[in-house]
């Protein structure tokens, strides 16, 4: 075996950033933090750092992140039009 049965379970109960990168981030947030009500102080601050570092990056180059964020979000409004379209063909057909 490659991988501990822990991080297998882990990695089982919490989906990629493929799947949504919400979910991924809660996942790291909850393990550097602590997931309790106080933040623990033996798992490092990495997350915060690359967290921190993406805003920076974000206010860098506003105009570009800005133009991402619409691309994605027209992208999505266009498929969910798709899918509409596509479903009433598919209920027209006989």
Known sequence: MLTCMTCSDTAGRWGTWEDDPRRALEREIIWEWGGG????QD??????????????????HRDEFDAAVTGIEQRREWLEKKSVLDQKRGRSTP
């Open 37 to 40: 009500y106080r933040a623990r």
């Open 43 to 60: 798992r490092g601050e990495r997350l915060k750092d690359e967290l921190l570092a993406i805003a920076a990056l974000i206010k860098a």
